[in-house]
Nanobody
Framework: VQLVESGGGLVQPGDSLRLSCVGS?????????ICWFRQAPGKGREGVSFIHPCDESTKYANSVKGRFTVSRDNAKNTVYLQMDSLRPEDTAVYYCAAGHPTMWAIMQEYDTWGQGTQVTVSS
């Protein structure tokens, strides 16, 4: 079972990026809650955004609310994180994780993780 993130890169403040999280053939992402976490240098892993498996309701950390949007394409077994108005403090490695959490932003609630993709926001 594998999750693969992509779409990271080096951008300037105010730019946009779209991250993708693709599930391998062994996992159907539509059946899982998917959370995007990020980890900045020297900091702990932070829950950024979550999409529910059943009603596709979403959750966001206050730091990204109004700028980031999480969505699914079940036909492609993919979850996206659209990141707009990026700021230097968004710089981090971004991970997607699959699970059935009772608390969406808690790392221990997820048992399947991707390898991460680096996002760097700098002028």
């Amino acid at each position: 079972v594998q999750l693969v993130e992509s779409g990271g890169g080096l951008v300037q403040p105010g730019d946009s990026l779209r991250l993708s999280c693709v599930g391998s053939s062994e996992i159907t992402l539509a059946y899982y809650g998917i959370c995007w976490f990020r980890q900045a240098p020297g900091k702990g892993r932070e829950g950024v955004s979550f999409i529910h498996p059943c009603d596709e309701s979403t959750k966001y950390a206050n730091s990204v609310k109004g700028r980031f949007t999480v969505s699914r394409d079940n036909a492609k077994n993919t979850v996206y994180l659209q990141m707009d108005s990026l700021r230097p403090e968004d710089t981090a490695v971004y991970y997607c994780a699959a699970g059935h959490p009772t608390m969406w932003a808690i790392m221990q609630e997820y048992d399947t993780w991707g390898q991460g993709t680096q996002v760097t926001v700098s002028s």
